[in-house]
């Protein structure tokens, strides 16, 4: 009986197992945006304007992708295809000043591959990770790299429970207050050479959580603010080594971000 209901199962759904993780493209996602040269009308700031966490900057028109929570609004309000959001999903970044996307840009976004992190962690990584204050969407995107589909586990990458067990720390959540102690207990506990990955805009800039993002008047205010519910200063002391874009990013985009990172073709 059970033979034949995985059989309807597998009929009804086809092959759920994604064979190769480097090239798949998933369909109707909101990945990494393509900006185009094509001229803007006079005086035009409709896409800065409409951008819920400042991540559009404007002379040329840039996209922060560590702000940016694919909303697909500025592609919304910009003249046709001036902005486009392709499902094209590796974008993750050895450095946080490499995740600005501008227009005329056709190179992609990639983590550099590290010899260091290649030669210690190429056969055997283990991740704990740590929602931060995050609203879990994140945490669910990261529990999906385990699932069926995505299969992390083929490359040697596996979740551990113990972060005494664990090479990198994977945090997510714009870094609560409340959460200070905790994610410096885990980072404390986890053994030499470790190392920290930081997954979504909450964790990179704060996100839609960001207490510098005010309205004032109908108009974005410009004083950077600081909320009393946050602390950031963890991430000030231990720099992260890899950037994971997105809100949520894609299972696909952690995935190939890290595999990018330890040189897994």
């Known amino acids: 009986m059970r033979a034949f209901k995985s059989l309807r199962v597998r009929l009804s759904q086809g092959t759920q197992y994604v064979k190769d993780l480097r090239t798949a493209t998933p369909t109707g996602h909101h990945g990494r945006p393509v900006i185009s040269t094509a001229p803007c009308a006079d005086e035009c700031v409709a ?100 699932n069926v589909n995505f299969d992390l586990q083929r490359y040697g990458i596996e979740w551990v429970a113990s972060p005494r067990h664990a090479d990198a720390l994977v945090l997510t959540g714009p870094l609560t207050r409340t959460m200070k102690d905790a994610v410096q207990l885990a980072w404390d506990a986890m053994p030499e050479p470790r190392f920290l990955v930081a997954v979504g805009a909450c964790t990179i800039s704060g996100g839609l959580h960001d207490a510098s993002l005010s309205l004032r008047s109908g108009e974005r205010a410009g004083v950077r603010g600081d909320s009393s519910a946050i602390d950031r200063g963890f991430l000030e002391r231990v720099g992260p080594a890899l950037y994971v874009p997105g809100c949520p990013p894609h299972p696909l985009t952690f995935v190939n971000a890290i595999l990018d990172l330890i040189d897994v073709a």
Do not use: H, W, Y
């Open 47 to 146: 896409c800065r304007d409409v951008c819920p966490t400042t991540a559009v900057t404007l002379a040329p028109v840039t996209i922060d992708l560590g702000r940016c929570v694919f909303c697909n609004a500025c592609a919304e309000v910009c003249p046709p295809q001036k902005i486009v959001f392709t499902p094209a999903t590796q974008m993750g970044s050895d450095a946080r000043d490499k995740l600005f996307v501008r227009e005329g840009d056709t190179e992609a976004i990639r983590a550099r591959a590290s010899a260091t992190f290649a030669k210690l962690f190429g056969r055997s990584l283990k991740l704990r990770q740590v929602s931060a204050g995050g609203c879990n969407a994140c945490e669910l995107e990261l529990n999906a790299t385990a």
